[in-house]
Antibody, heavy 124, light 110 residues
């Protein structure tokens, strides 16, 4: 079955860089892309961006452009998200999620499978 | 960017009752690229409905979605105890990719 296993909780200093991983298994890795989504305390879901596991193409939320980089490693079937210049507002639970993919002849970006989430706390 | 507005913010109902949740878009959602998710504390969100009305794998048929254009609805026909959670709608546009979520509706036990 499809599984996405994320790296563990992090406590980060303001100004630091964060890297999270998302290990995928149970399906053909390069067939789908990944979104990263975060949820700050008491807030809703925020889409951060997307990376193709097929060719590495990316799309990033405009609010994070320049601070975020998303990559995949096909040899280890792992997706990565790096977020730089952390501030306290980056404190959140971060999720990776795999696309639903092809439905009715179109590739779709619904989020079908999710990792368990990683709590990131940014504090001095 | 398409803004999704969900209503009500909180819905208080009893098990066995019918729940109707609304998601309104600031502009038309192309090809009904609209999904609904259930989110419980401490768990990952779960995809319920995609394409406005198609149930995802293993989702019970008490969950149904409808709508098009700018107005979408998630209906839970008879609430089970495990259905009390937060529900989000989500849409995407694909060139360039932009995904947005509604702010959520909290479905609580009355």
């Amino acid at each position: 079955q499809v599984q996405l296993v994320q790296s563990g909780a992090e406590v980060m200093q303001p100004g630091a860089s964060l890297q999270l991983s998302c290990k995928a298994s149970g399906y053909a890795f390069t067939t789908y892309g990944f979104s990263w989504v975060r949820q700050a305390p008491g807030q809703g879901l925020e889409w951060m961006g997307w990376v193709s596991a097929y060719n590495g193409n990316t799309y990033y939320a405009q609010t994070l452009q320049g601070r975020v980089t998303m990559t995949t490693d096909t040899s280890t079937t792992t997706a990565y998200m790096e977020l730089r210049s952390l501030v306290s507002d980056d404190t959140a639970v971060y999720y990776c999620a795999r696309d639903l993919g092809w439905t009715s002849g179109s590739y779709t970006y619904y989020l079908h499978h999710w990792g368990q989430g990683t709590l990131v706390t940014v504090s001095s | 960017e398409i803004v999704l507005t969900q209503s009500p913010g909180t819905l208080s109902l009893s098990p066995g009752e019918r729940a109707t949740l609304s998601c309104r878009a600031s502009q038309s959602v192309s090809s009904s690229y609209l999904a609904w998710y259930q989110h419980k504390p401490g768990q990952a969100p779960r995809l319920l409905i995609y394409g406005a009305s198609s149930r995802a794998t293993d989702i019970p048929d008490r969950f149904s979605g409808s709508g098009s254009g700018t107005d979408f609805t998630l209906t839970i026909s008879r609430l089970e105890p495990e259905d009390f959670a937060v529900y989000f709608c989500q849409q995407f546009v694909s060139s360039p990719l932009r995904i947005t979520f509604g702010q959520g509706t909290r479905l609580e036990i009355k």
